[in-house]
């Protein structure tokens, strides 16, 4: 999960707008960061550890260059382990995205033959391996030529882009992790992510595993990854915008994107009966679904369960990503995985898709990036258009997800028209829990909770994912350690590590779980919590109230809303980026 960037055009500051767009991507990995240009048969290079921040590259005007933010898998944190990576020689350099598993294998090879290596990286092999096979072979062997036979040697799910300062091409391959091309007017770019074209390309073609690409001096060409022979690719216009990009007033991008739910939310109201319709079908034909996600998306897609579950009294199966390949024995050519995923790249659900697909599954797609990987590896996809999330939180995809497999309840369940009141409700109750004096009470409970070590939240049935959730966005953010619980499982040992004035969230909707989950309030209560009640009502034996809207079915769109805040401002109190905290990032494409 890294972030990359190229570009080929006219002789330019390449290097300072390489590092621009790299800054759009440094929610992929912000571990360090490189910029290399070709001029004349060698590399200029600037790479450096840590965030790009107010750095600047001090690199010559080229046609050429790329840049690379780095979330470090082999080899720590260090300027030398940076990319880009260069050859002995100094023609190439190469940057890369994923972890090529036999990289150690290829190392010593090289090793053995006199190639020099400086870093500690998996990457650097690329380059040495390019290198020779340019060089070693008796006829003249393009670069084309020796990416498409080099990375058929390397193992695992990688981009990667290829520098030839001599022929000034960018030349790129991948096996699943993304790369889009940009067109414009008068260059070509190419990007882990479309966002960073953004403002330079007009038309984007997403990198099939199929291909090899070359962009040059002669434009971009794509090339067959099996025979090396010329293939047409087809561009289509890119839809983002600079205004889907930028903060507009807020000051991060994580509270700017939670206060964006309500439209999103009112968009998915209005326009997405055709896909739920389908997505119900896909539903009822099948012999046995799985709803999948990783994160915030398993957590979403748990919610889904119980929703199909106490809408539609039907049993939809559920299961983290990584976990389902243990599962997935189950799975027949009637069987339909609804996989969930925002960046539409998460390694584990493509591994589970792709296992899905081999067992003849079919697979239905809930993913806010057009062109992704499980987009295209989808048999039927849900666009979110929850717009570009930028900020490493989940929070507008999260609602998103959970409202359309709401209406898919509802839907199955014959009752279209209760799900869209649901969700107009949860629409207004989400605007309420943004409100002014809800975030001025939000405010209060992180200033109590600023200093805490720990955190509990607990809720029951359809809380219960709600409160993994709203777990997951105070500790990821404020790094204080919150857990989530299902409410019912306090007396099973999780009450023994309550202590005087541990501060302890109670997801408490008005529904079946109510009396149950206010003893377990009380239980905590006894023993010394603090006990903050997310709820319609006010009960007594909350320390601090939050007033929720009671919304029925759609409770989990409002609950979460608290938690995202809550963990928004935890984050500032504790002086911590809430964008990009520590040993994250956006879309986990390793395993
Ligand atoms: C959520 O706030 C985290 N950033 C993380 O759990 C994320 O939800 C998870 O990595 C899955 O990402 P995806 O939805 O892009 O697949």
Redesign the pocket.
């Known amino acids: 999960m890294c972030g990359i960037f190229g570009y080929v055009g006219p002789r330019r500051a390449a290097g300072p707008m390489i590092l621009d767009a790299l800054k759009r991507l440094e929610y992929r990995g912000y571990d360090s960061w490189g910029v290399a240009v070709g001029i004349d048969g060698h590399v200029g290079l600037s790479k450096r550890a840590g965030r790009i921040g107010d750095a600047v590259v001090d690199l010559p005007d080229a046609c050429i260059g790329f840049g690379h933010t780095r979330w470090a898998t082999h080899g720590g944190v260090s300027d030398v382990n940076a990319h880009p990576h260069l050859d002995c020689t100094g023609r190439f350099a190469v940057i890369h995205n994923g972890i090529i598993e036999n990289f150690r294998t290829l190392r010593s090879r090289l090793e053995s033959r006199g190639h020099v290596f400086r870093s500690e990286t998996d990457t650097e092999v690329v380059s040495h391996l390019i290198e020779e096979t340019v060089g070693a072979s008796s006829e003249p062997c393009t670069v084309v030529e020796a990416v498409r036979q080099v990375f058929a040697m390397l193992r695992g799910l990688n981009a990667v882009i290829v520098l030839d300062t001599v022929t000034q091409q960018l030349v790129a391959a991948k096996n699943v992790s993304p790369l889009v091309v940009g067109r414009g007017e008068d260059a070509a770019y190419i990007a882990s992510d479309a966002v960073a074209l953004v403002g330079h390309a007009r038309e984007v073609h997403y990198v099939e595993d199929r291909e090899i690409v070359a962009l040059g001096p002669d434009g971009v060409q794509f090339y067959d990854s099996a025979t090396g022979a010329p293939r047409a690719a087809a561009f289509v216009p890119l839809t983002l915008r600079e205004a889907d990009m930028s903060l507009n007033g807020f000051d991060h991008y994580l509270i700017k994107e939670i206060h964006e739910q309500p439209r999103v939310l009112r968009r998915i109201a209005e326009n997405y009966a055709e896909p739920v319709h389908h997505l119900a079908e896909l539903i009822s034909e099948a012999y046995g679904s799985f709803l999948i ?6 957590y979403a897609a748990l919610t889904g369960s119980y929703l199909f579950s106490r809408i539609a009294r039907r049993h939809v199966n559920f299961a983290v ?1 990584s976990e389902f390949k243990y599962q997935e024995h189950f799975l027949t050519d009637r069987s339909l995985v609804i996989a ?7 390694a584990d ?1 493509i591994d589970a898709v792709m296992a899905a697909k081999r067992a003849g599954a079919r697979v239905a797609a809930l993913v ?1 990036v057009p062109g992704s990987t ?1 987009d295209r590896l989808a048999d039927f996809s849900i666009h979110l258009g929850a717009g570009p999330e930028q900020s ?4 507008k ?2 609602t998103a997800k959970v409202a359309i497999l709401m209406l898919t309840a509802h839907v199955l369940n014959g009752s279209e028209h209760v799900g869209r009141e649901h969700l107009w409700r949860a629409v207004d109750g989400v605007e309420q829990a943004l409100a002014p004096a809800s975030v001025q009470r939000i405010q209060e409970i992180a200033a109590y909770m600023a200093d805490k070590e720990h955190c509990f939240v607990i809720g029951r049935g359809l809380s219960y994912p709600t409160a993994l959730e709203a777990a ?2 105070i500790k ?1 953010i404020s790094y204080i350690h919150a857990e989530g619980f299902a409410g019912g499982e306090l007396k099973h040992g999780v009450i023994a590590l309550v202590e005087e004035g541990t501060p302890c969230l109670v997801f408490s909707p008005i529904d079946e779980t109510r009396d149950d989950i206010l003893s377990g309030a009380m239980e905590l209560r006894s023993r010394g919590g603090f006990i903050v009640g997310i709820s319609p009502e006010p009960e007594e034996v909350f320390d601090i109230h939050l007033p929720v809207a009671d919304v029925g079915d759609a409770s989990p769109l409002v609950g979460v809303i608290p938690a995202q805040l809550l963990g928004y401002y935890l984050a500032l109190r504790r002086g911590l980026d809430p964008d990009k905290p520590r040993n ?1 990032a ?3 494409t390793v395993k």
Do not use: R
């Open positions: 996600g990783c994160g915030t998306s398993s990503g969930l995923s925002q960046s539409g790249e998460t659900i806010n499980l490493v939180l989940s929070t995809s999260y997951l966005k990821e994250l956006k879309s986990v």
